[in-house]
């Protein structure tokens, strides 16, 4: 397949385009800022492709203008299915990237995908209002919607966790900082995501949303513990109430039932898999 993708110059983008190459597909990074519908719909004119993967948004939680939550997640969304709805090509899939943030507390899990959405920061309501919005284009459109669950790997944004976390260790630091520690998340390698993303633009079915999650979850106290003993380096934890989130999410637990039907041959990677390809990456 000729795979479009937006968001190519990201974290989860580059390991998407490198594992679509590597299975034989050929990627094309779509250049232009979500935000310029015109120069968006121009861009898309202009080439041709069998599917799109939509990656770019802004995903870290704690992003201070809570207004560009929207103007991209939401709004940018909208100016990309304008595009492709509107060029009159026929495509084989077109894939969203939501996010399991979306289901809020409603559950400790495991969580299908038919709980109920109860979102309790701006970047999950973004995503929840873009899922509501691409709804309009189904007749026009072969979309479907993933919601992944926390993943990490080499390249990720410091801003983010298990990133922070590997950092701290590589260079010996003798504290971290850190908010919440107790609270308890997926945190999924990359390549299963992608491989996952791959596997959908094949055998997805239109209209459908699939939890990207492995039912695994682990506390914070667990990855420091495993940092430890694969670097043999201790690190002090201070808790910083700074970095404490109002609303925190205490569990996101996915159930993988769907995605498992449906592609059997998922690879699986452990945590301790993902942090050891972290710890020997310096990106």
């Keep these: 397949m000729k795979i479009a993708i937006t968001g190519g110059a990201g974290f989860t ?21 979500l935000t310029d519908a015109q120069a968006l719909a121009t861009e898309l004119g202009q ?18 203008d809570e207004r560009a939550f929207y103007d991209v997640n ?15 090509r026929a495509l084989r899939r077109v894939l969203l990237a939501s996010s399991a943030n979306i289901y809020g507390n409603g559950s400790n899990g495991p969580i299908s995908e038919e709980l109920p959405p109860a979102p309790v920061n701006h970047y999950a309501m973004s995503k929840l209002a873009m899922e509501h919005m691409a709804r309009r284009y189904l007749d026009r459109l072969p979309l479907i919607t993933v919601r992944p669950f926390n993943y990490t790997g080499p390249g990720q944004a410091l801003q983010f966790v298990i990133p922070k976390l590997v950092d701290h260790f590589q260079r010996r630091a003798p504290t971290v900082r850190l908010g919440n520690v107790n609270v308890q998340r997926e945190y999924n390698d990359v390549r299963f995501v992608c491989e996952t993303y791959l596997q959908l633009l094949e055998h997805g079915r239109n209209g459908e949303t699939y939890n990207v999650c492995t039912g695994n979850t682990h506390d914070l106290q667990t990855v420091i513990s495993l940092l430890g003993q694969l670097t043999g380096h201790q690190i002090g934890v201070e808790v910083d109430p700074a970095l404490v989130r109002a609303n925190e999410v205490q569990k996101l ?15 699986s990677f452990s945590l301790e898999d993902t942090l050891r390809w972290m710890l020997a990456t310096r990106a």
């Design 13 to 33: 983008g580059r390991h998407f385009a490198h594992s679509a190459q590597n299975a034989g597909h050929q990627v094309v990074a779509v250049r232009s800022d």
């Design 47 to 64: 080439i041709e492709v069998d599917a799109v993967v939509h990656l770019a948004a802004i995903s870290f939680v704690g992003h201070q």
């Design 74 to 88: 939401l709004f940018g969304t909208l100016n990309l299915l304008d595009a492709l709805a509107g060029n009159g």
């Design 253 to 267: 637990c996915g159930s993988p039932a769907r995605i498992q039907s449906l592609l059997p041959a998922l690879p």
